[in-house]
């Protein structure tokens, strides 16, 4: 009996673990996790989560250029927000792109 439920336990949490490997796309953890630590929900929707102070990722994604994404976090007047934050050149070359071509996933 008990033997039963450890084994549909173990088979249960198997496929849970194994479904994100299973997955076609490109893993985009990294880029969520930056999106998270930088705040930029604050202000940006992300699938439904996050502020409308300005547009949504899916409205950048269908209406800005990988290049205008990259300048537009890499702002050297610093006024990415109205103004209200910083820009976001703090961020690694490599953070960057990640940034960039997950919310432009079009080259
Ligand atoms: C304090 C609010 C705020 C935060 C936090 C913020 N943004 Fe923005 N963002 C804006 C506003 C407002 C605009 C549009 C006006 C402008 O260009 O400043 C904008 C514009 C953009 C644009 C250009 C597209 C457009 O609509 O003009 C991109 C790309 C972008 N943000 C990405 C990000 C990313 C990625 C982060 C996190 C690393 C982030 N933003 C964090 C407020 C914010």
Redesign the pocket.
Known sequence: MDRTRLLIAVVLLSTLTALPANSEEADDGPARK??NS???K???TLEGDG?N???SFA??RA??SRA??RL??VNTSG????S??PD?SHLSQEELET?VSF?QPEP
């Open positions: 930056l999106i930088q705040g930029c604050a202000c940006h502020g102070v300005a547009d409205e950048i209406n800005f205008e994404i537009k976090l006024k990415h927000g109205k209200m934050i976001f940034l919310i």
